[in-house]
């Protein structure tokens, strides 16, 4: 089993930044692909990026390439999202996932395993 702990949501302006972690904890969760998925109100849970277990490999959704960057410390067990250039539509609970099998499948929630619970990103215009 892992468990996921999200952290570093918070109220930011537009045009703001926000680095989100996601921490590990169980087993070795070194040889996890990870993903992020956010969820805004009345609206389904969509993907945001994932990362291969290396870190050699990442994938982002359209609407936050080029502003959003994934990256992981295997040794701190922890995954990061830094969020740059937030608008006010990025507003929603971000929630970090884990699987163990091949980076392929990496853009829907029934590909995850594990969840944490997620943190809350409220950007103001």
């Known amino acids: 089993q892992v468990q996921l702990v999200e952290s570093g949501g918070g109220l930011v302006q537009a045009g703001g930044s926000l680095r989100l972690s996601c921490a590990a904890s169980?087993?070795?969760?070194?040889?996890?692909?990870v993903g992020w998925f956010r969820q805004a109100p009345g609206k389904e849970r969509e993907f945001v990026g994932a990362i291969s277990w290396s870190g050699d490999m990442t994938a982002y959704a359209d609407s936050v390439k080029g502003r959003f960057t994934i990256s992981r410390d295997n040794a701190k067990s922890t995954v990061y999202l830094q969020m740059s250039s937030l608008k006010p539509e990025d507003t929603a609970v971000y929630s970090c996932?884990?699987?163990?099998?091949?980076?392929?499948?990496?853009?829907?929630?029934?590909?995850?395993?594990?969840w944490g619970q997620g943190t809350q990103v409220t950007v103001s215009s």
């Open positions: 169980g087993r070795s969760f070194s040889g996890s692909q």
């Open positions: 996932a884990a699987k163990d099998t091949n980076f392929r499948d990496i853009y829907y929630t029934r590909d995850y395993r594990y």
